[in-house]
């Protein structure tokens, strides 16, 4: 059973930082692409950032282009989002997921395995 866990969100101020961690358990973590999602209230999950399972292969979202960086360490079975500049446009429960095909994609359907989630608030 593939487990994922998200932390490290919370209520911070515009043009604060956050990162936020995914623990992946249940899969040789090293053969599987990752992907940030998030959806706030009302809309539809929109794709964040991607990388793919050797780490060679990264794409972000137009909106958090240069502000967010995706990463993750397979030593830890973790992927990482380092959020900056933070707006309140960013307000959302943020979601990770597995690729277990490794290549990481933007396409939600694309996932198999999801997080619970985890909030980030910025306040104006």
């Known amino acids: 059973q593939v487990l994922l866990a998200e932390s490290g969100g919370g209520l911070v101020q515009t043009g604060a930082s956050l990162r936020l961690s995914c623990a992946a358990t249940g899969r040789t973590f090293s053969t599987i692409g990752m992907g940030w999602f998030r959806q706030a209230p009302g809309k539809e999950r929109e794709f964040v950032a991607t990388?793919?399972?050797?780490?060679?292969?990264?794409r972000y979202a137009n909106s958090v282009k240069g502000r967010f960086t995706i990463s993750r360490d397979s030593a830890k079975n973790a992927v990482y989002l380092q959020m900056e500049s933070l707006t309140p446009e960013d307000t959302a429960v943020y979601y990770c997921a597995e690729d277990s095909r490794g290549l990481g994609t933007a396409i939600p359907a694309d996932y198999a395995y999801w997080g619970q989630g985890t909030q980030v608030t910025v306040s104006s």
């Open positions: 990388i793919n399972y050797n780490s060679l292969y990264i």
